[in-house]
């Protein structure tokens, strides 16, 4: 990769850039040329999780201090060479961006996108989830090694039912648990297994564990928030930054690693050059989520 003037050549293509020296994170100093950088090194291991997917930008053009918005109508003036995908709606359509290659990665992150949001479902195939999702919420003073507890006891429900699952942090202050089916299924079925698998973790657990969404009830609990397991929903995708006081990432974990947190009582967050470091070291563990074909269990 080399600069020239306000573009750099990616792979043999000009992506314009700006404001390479614009700080994102103040805290740290983090600036926009950072953010593009880590992009970059990570881009072998977060492509494939992005690619033939929908997304939802999440902009912070003034740092992540500032002001941001979602945004799911790709830019009018992407470059020709950023993919699009169209979806209908009740009223019009959405034509979301599909990010599958290197430069048009350089170019979100150039948009001062900060965080990328994925759908659980591939752009071919819509109506059809290729993974559940769950988001684990903690409710103060609960923290993330009480989402570690909790993911611990997803697990162990998981393996009950011959179903592989995958912990990564959210980069924020909860965790993520994903189930890959990569199979014939319907969010009707998985949502609402989805909910009965929280609301029976809710039952075991109820001074632990809250399936409902008021925030009221979460305090000291954990919300095992089924409710992502929709067609509308989107989720920050893994190795994806977060927009919080330090470059924090939506890091893939080991289940040994959510175990040893809780015995060990440290808390797991990583940031950008953690995460750099972790992938050259173990891979993407979040490999198997895109393959790994299981089917969905009836359950009562």
């Given at each position: 990769m080399s600069s020239q003037k306000s573009q750099l050549e990616v792979h043999g293509v000009q992506v314009p850039v700006s404001n390479l020296e614009k700080v994102m994170y103040p805290e740290t100093g983090f600036t926009k040329s950072d953010v593009i950088q880590y992009y970059i090194g990570i881009s072998e291991?977060?492509?494939?999780?992005?690619?033939s997917r929908a997304l939802t930008l999440k902009r912070y053009p003034d740092g992540v201090n500032g002001f941001f918005f979602y945004e799911k109508e790709c830019p009018q003036h992407r470059p020709k060479w950023v993919k699009t995908t169209e979806v209908a709606k009740s009223e019009g359509k959405i034509n979301y961006c599909v990010i599958g290659d290197l430069p048009s990665l350089v170019?979100?992150?150039?948009?001062?996108?900060i965080e990328f949001h994925t759908f659980l479902h591939r752009k071919t195939a819509i109506k059809r989830p290729a993974a559940l999702a769950f988001d684990l919420d903690p409710g103060a003073p609960a923290d993330i090694l009480t989402c570690c507890r909790v993911a611990l006891l997803l697990k162990s429900c998981f393996d009950s039912l011959g179903l592989q699952s995958f912990p990564k942090t959210s980069g924020s202050k909860g965790l993520?648990?994903?189930?890959?089916?990569?199979?014939?299924?319907?969010?009707?079925?998985?949502?609402?297994?989805?909910?009965?698998?929280?609301?029976?973790?809710?039952?075991q657990c109820p001074d632990l564990v809250v399936s409902n969404m008021l925030?009221?009830?979460?305090?000291?609990?954990?919300?095992?928030?089924?409710?992502?397991?929709?067609?509308?929903?989107?989720?920050?995708?893994?190795?994806?930054?977060?927009?919080?006081?330090?470059?924090?990432?939506?890091?893939?974990?080991?289940?040994d690693e959510v175990a040893a947190a809780v015995k060990r009582k440290k808390k797991l967050s990583f940031?950008?050059?953690?995460?750099?470091?972790?992938?050259?070291?173990?891979?993407?563990?979040?490999?198997?989520?895109?393959?790994?074909?299981?089917?969905?269990?009836?359950?009562?």
């Open positions: 291991y977060l492509l494939p999780h992005l690619q170019w979100a992150a150039n948009l001062a996108n993520q648990v994903y189930v890959p089916l990569n199979t014939p299924v319907t969010y009707e079925r998985t949502k609402a297994f989805a909910r009965t698998i929280a609301q029976t973790l809710e039952s925030k009221k009830l979460r305090e000291g609990k954990v919300l095992v928030d089924w409710s992502q397991n929709d067609d509308h929903k989107t989720t920050v995708c893994a190795y994806s930054l977060r927009a919080k006081d330090h470059p924090t990432v939506s890091t893939p974990l080991t289940w940031e950008a050059s953690d995460v750099l470091k972790r992938v050259k070291k173990m891979g993407d563990l979040f490999a198997p989520v895109l393959t790994l074909k299981q089917k969905l269990p009836a359950i009562q």
